[in-house]
């Protein structure tokens, strides 16, 4: 049986067509995350008015819906997947964030570890299981550090 590569990886148009850069370079910047199970989670950041986009998604499951966070939000669902962790298979409280895209992060252990990230603006959950956390994790500090050079070159160009 063929094993599935664990981390895939597709490449934004603009490092493709190393002419077509644009004014923000490398963005948007689009990662997929697979699990040995076939679990797939997409991490994407982008500009936006407000500095940084980061889109989570899972492909493999278009009913599962999709998260749309600021760099803010993005910073608290990396610590919140530590902490949930470092939990696991104890309990701890939920996070809620305001803003342009209020979200509220919760663990839920039954019947399988999962963080839930739950959005006003959109109709259902969206759950990041357990056997992705430390993929999920290592993508958004990634994200993270480029969501604060969008938001950097925003502030350099208002000023």
Same mark, same amino acid.
């Given at each position: 049986?063929? /094993?599935?590569?664990?981390?895939?990886?597709?490449?934004?148009?603009?490092? !493709?067509? =190393?002419g077509r850069?644009?004014?923000?370079?490398?963005?948007? /910047?689009?990662?997929?995350?697979?699990?040995?199970f076939? $679990?797939?989670?997409?991490?994407?950041?982008? @500009?936006? =008015?407000g500095?940084?986009?980061?889109?989570?998604?899972?492909?493999?499951?278009? /009913?599962?819906?999709?998260?749309?966070?600021? $760099?803010?939000?993005?910073?608290?669902?990396?610590?919140?997947? !530590?902490?949930?962790?470092?939990?696991? @298979?104890?309990? !701890? =409280?939920e996070?809620?964030?305001?803003? $342009?895209?209020?979200?509220?992060?919760q663990?839920?252990?039954?019947?399988?570890?999962?963080?839930?990230?739950?959005?006003?603006?959109? @109709?259902?959950?969206?759950?990041i299981?357990?056997?992705?956390?430390?993929?999920?994790?290592?993508?958004?500090?990634? *994200?993270?550090?480029? $969501? /604060?050079?969008?938001?950097r070159?925003r502030?350099a160009? *208002?000023?």
């Amino acid at each position: 049986m063929k /094993r599935r590569q664990s981390l895939r990886f597709r490449a934004s148009a603009s490092i !493709m067509n =190393p002419g077509r850069e644009g004014v923000n370079g490398l963005f948007p /910047r689009v990662r997929e995350i697979a699990d040995a199970f076939g $679990a797939v989670v997409r991490v994407s950041v982008e @500009p936006h =008015p407000g500095g940084a986009l980061v889109v989570i998604d899972r492909p493999d499951s278009p /009913r599962a819906g999709k998260v749309m966070l600021d $760099a803010y939000g993005a910073d608290i669902l990396l610590g919140y997947i !530590m902490s949930a962790r470092l939990a696991v @298979p104890g309990e !701890m =409280p939920e996070e809620e964030i305001g803003g $342009a895209f209020p979200t509220r992060f919760q663990l839920e252990n039954e019947p399988a570890s999962a963080v839930i990230i739950d959005q006003l603006h959109q @109709p259902r959950p969206f759950h990041i299981p357990a056997p992705l956390w430390d993929r999920v994790y290592a993508e958004l500090c990634l *994200v993270c550090a480029h $969501a /604060r050079e969008l938001e950097r070159r925003r502030a350099a160009r *208002v000023h």
